[in-house]
């Protein structure tokens, strides 16, 4: 079916609701999407209401991707889309189930792009188990977009007794993240920039809802989660900090870092600390739990390189402090602006 689009290009036509649009979405974006609750393609999805079990509640989220390039290596702005949700609704405690897709298109995007975009959205869901249930697509003329821009809205459902959040902290609890930072914004930099890094960085995108599912089962002592997306580990750490009125202390020869990425915060003058993730968490879990809580992170692929960064003390409260290798402290503070912007 796709084969009579190759080679075109998205026209103002595609978003007026006439018959280039049903055809668009009828042999292009619904089939990447295939699921019984979007077949019908009505104006919106009928989820049924049997779905919520006794003592569940509804998680429901929204976000905007506009990232640019909007393909990058290890992803592009659909994987992006689904995995931003997902993991917006998975760190709050809730198993991802729904999705829609409103996309906003730019006149004279190759439809074989949009084609690979869609399929990229689709593995993404299948991956992460949820499902694209309904959407919208919009066309703006050259030059009111950049190419395409994405919104993802997600709903899902939180199991009985999952709570989260500052009120659960203690003095003690130990921060503990899934992986390297920085990789994502990267990535995305030396895409967007055509820069030939020695060795090339990969996007860390990835659902982390699978991960998240496994913490929960190993830790009942888990009391709070962020993905570390804009501004990076040391906003997420700002925020615990802040919202629980404690103070934070990351040990900075505990911090993953890949090579490559440290390479390039050393030439370009960018600290790993601010720069987004979006395949990545930090949890805050009771000490007693974190041997148990790292040991089954492990045991996830998402979660290889798990390891213990910071603990949480009482007193210096709202502060997030770094003890560098050599044994002195700085405080780390909420960056102003933004190191690099449109990374998702």
Not at 85 to 95: C, H, I, K, Y
Not at 107 to 118: F, M, N, S, Y
Not at 239 to 259: T, Y
Request: aromatic fraction near 4%.
């Amino acid at each position: 079916m796709h084969s009579r689009w190759l080679g075109k290009r998205i026209t103002l036509a595609h978003g007026a609701g006439g018959r280039a649009m049903r055809e668009l979405i009828t042999e292009i974006i619904a089939p990447a999407f295939d699921n019984p609750l979007l077949a019908p393609l009505e104006d919106q999805a009928r989820i049924p209401a049997e779905f919520l079990q006794a003592g569940e509640s509804l998680a429901f989220t929204t976000d905007s991707y506009v990232v640019s390039p909007i393909i990058f290596p290890g992803g592009d702005i659909g994987k992006l889309a689904v995995c931003g949700t997902v993991n917006d609704l998975a760190v709050g405690g809730a198993q991802p189930r729904w999705l829609s897709c409103g996309l906003i298109l730019e006149e004279g995007l190759p439809i074989d792009t949009l084609i690979a975009v869609l399929a990229s959205m689709g593995a993404a869901a299948r991956e992460a188990g949820v499902c694209i249930v309904t959407g919208d697509t919009k066309v703006v003329g050259r030059g009111a977009a950049d190419a395409i821009f994405i919104n993802t809205a997600g709903i899902g459902t939180i199991p009985r007794g999952r709570h989260t959040g500052p009120r659960n902290v203690r003095a003690g609890d130990k921060l503990v993240i899934n992986g390297t930072l920085g990789d994502h914004g990267i990535a995305v930099m030396a895409a967007r920039n055509d820069l030939a890094l020695q060795i090339p960085v990969r996007s860390d995108c990835a659902p982390l809802n699978g991960l998240i599912d496994v913490m929960f089962t190993a830790a009942p002592g888990l009391r709070w989660l962020r993905d570390c997306t804009r501004g990076g580990l040391a906003t997420v750490a700002n925020e615990f900090a802040e919202e629980g009125g404690f103070s934070l202390h990351l040990d900075e020869a505990a911090l993953p870092v890949a090579d490559a990425v440290r390479g390039a915060c050393e030439i370009l003058g960018l600290d790993p600390l601010y720069l987004a993730n979006e395949g990545k968490l930090a949890a805050l879990v009771a000490a007693e739990d974190c041997e148990a809580l790292i040991a089954a992170m492990r045991t996830h692929p998402l979660g290889c390189d798990a390891a213990v960064i910071g603990e949480v003390h009482a007193e210096r409260k709202g502060l997030v402090v770094l003890r560098s290798r050599f044994g002195g402290e700085r405080v780390v503070d909420l960056i102003d602006g933004e190191q690099l912007p449109r990374i998702c």
